[in-house]
């Protein structure tokens, strides 16, 4: 019986893969071993069969016959994205935020149009997505309404605000600011407003709802109209 | 056994033992730069997988199924899974052994599906024979496949891909997902058991 230690180094042998020390051991256990020589014998053999004459050729026409399947493939291997490609989502939200922030950047105030519903006489927040956030603040005077606008960015260059000069008159203007200009009826344009802000009080002719549009400039651009629309004047 | 096909040189230890792998023209940087363009959508360079590794990658299969028409429908099956599996492929790795693993997959799927319903086929006919030469060579070779058919599907495996696909311990134990130590036992054994059936059928060295 030939020990299963010398069986190992005899397949090593074969598979091309017994170092030096292995080698001069096996070269002596079948150099003492004639079964063991004739075993060895016999397992190279068959290896050099297995490696030669069995092996066949495959048919002429694989090639073709695989590039035709994959010509004809409804699936792409692309289909997955590749490791670089699976960023591509996250670089276009990172794109998308970049050109957002751009934006507000460029643009000191962005405003949205806020609806009588939003106003209720009571004091009401109205969101704008800007530096700029207007409120419409409640006043037990029905003949006066304020609109308090509260300021973030101190580089805001004026504050234009539009009315119908039949429904609203200027009453006046608290807050820190450069100058308070009236270029023509129904246009209040205030200079240099500075934060926290400032509280711009109508005086009511009539008491209908009213609009008032909100312009703000920027350093370098002018914001879209924001619009207010401030409701009914209670009766007394 | 016989040497009535092959002489196989006295053992002489060479001074530069052989490396396990032969040259299939394998090149890792190839395969993977094949990979990506496909993976780009230049299916065509699938093309150069294909000629490198069709050889290896039929004969796996053919050893393991022993059909030849069968062994080709699995081989084109093969590379169209790897195709179009391709993004799934680890790049890390090596890509004949992912490929010999999707073939071997398939050769043992194949295998035991038709284990359960029908007989094995007939052998394949080589092409290429003269008559007066290759009567004994094809006896041995007959001898030699009916043998390997014998083998369970576990040690035909290692066979196949020590002797069919060039892969080393390593390799084959990756494609096969199991111990590098098991795969040795396996081979080893399988090639005993090949060697005492080419004897019990007169083809012993001895004789």
């Known amino acids: 019986v030939i020990d299963s230690h010398t069986i190992e180094l005899m397949n090593l042998e074969i598979d091309g893969v017994l170092d030096a020390g292995g080698r001069e051991r096996l070269r002596a256990l079948l150099a003492a071993d004639p079964r063991a020589r004739e075993m060895f014998d016999d397992l190279r053999r068959l290896a050099h069969l297995l490696d030669t004459a069995i092996a066949v050729d495959p048919p002429a026409g694989l090639n073709a016959q695989v590039l035709a399947g994959v010509a004809g493939s409804k699936v792409v291997p692309f289909a997955a994205p590749l490791p670089g490609k699976r960023l591509l989502p996250l670089k276009i939200a990172a794109g998308v935020a970049a050109a957002l922030v751009l934006v507000f950047l460029v643009r000191p105030s962005v405003f949205r149009d806020i609806h009588v519903t939003d106003l209720s006489g009571t004091m009401r927040r109205i969101a704008a997505n800007g530096p700029v956030t207007a409120s419409v603040l409640p006043s037990s005077d029905s003949g006066r309404t304020s609109i308090r606008l509260e300021l973030a960015d101190p580089a805001l260059r004026s504050i234009e605000l539009e009315f119908d000069p039949r429904q609203l008159e200027m009453a006046g203007v608290s807050g820190k600011r450069a100058a308070v200009q009236a270029p023509r009826a129904g246009v209040v344009v205030i200079e240099g407003p500075q934060p926290p802000g400032l509280e711009v009080t109508f005086r009511r002719t009539v008491a209908s709802p009213a609009r008032v549009t909100i312009r703000v400039n920027g350093p370098e651009s002018r914001s879209p109209e924001m619009n207010v629309l401030l409701p009914s004047a209670p009766t007394k | ?207």
């Open chain 2, 1 to 207: 056994m016989s040497n009535r096909e092959e002489t196989a040189p006295e053992f002489v230890p060479a001074e530069d033992p052989p490396t396990f792998r032969r040259d299939y023209g394998t090149s890792d940087h190839a395969d993977l730069l094949c990979v990506q363009q496909c993976l780009e959508g230049r299916s065509d360079r699938f093309e150069e997988i294909v000629g490198r590794y069709q050889r290896p990658v039929f004969n796996v299969i053919y050893h393991m199924v022993h059909d030849y028409e069968d062994s080709r429908e699995i081989a084109q099956s093969v590379f169209l899974k790897a195709f179009s599996n391709l993004s799934r492929f680890d790049q890390a790795r090596r890509f004949f052994s992912w490929l010999c693993r999707i073939a071997m997959n398939e050769s043992i799927n194949f295998v035991n599906a038709r284990r359960a319903s029908e007989p094995i086929a007939g052998d394949y006919a080589s092409p290429a024979a003269s008559p007066e030469d290759e009567a004994q060579a094809a006896e041995i070779r007959a001898c030699l496949r009916r043998a390997m058919r014998k083998l369970t599907p576990e040690y035909r495996a290692v066979v196949a891909l020590r002797h069919f696909a060039n892969c080393s311990y390593r390799e084959a134990a990756e494609v096969l997902g199991i111990p590098e130590q098991t795969v040795k036992s396996r081979l080893f054994s399988a090639r005993q058991i090949l060697r005492d059936e080419l004897k019990a059928r007169g083809f012993g060295g001895s004789e």
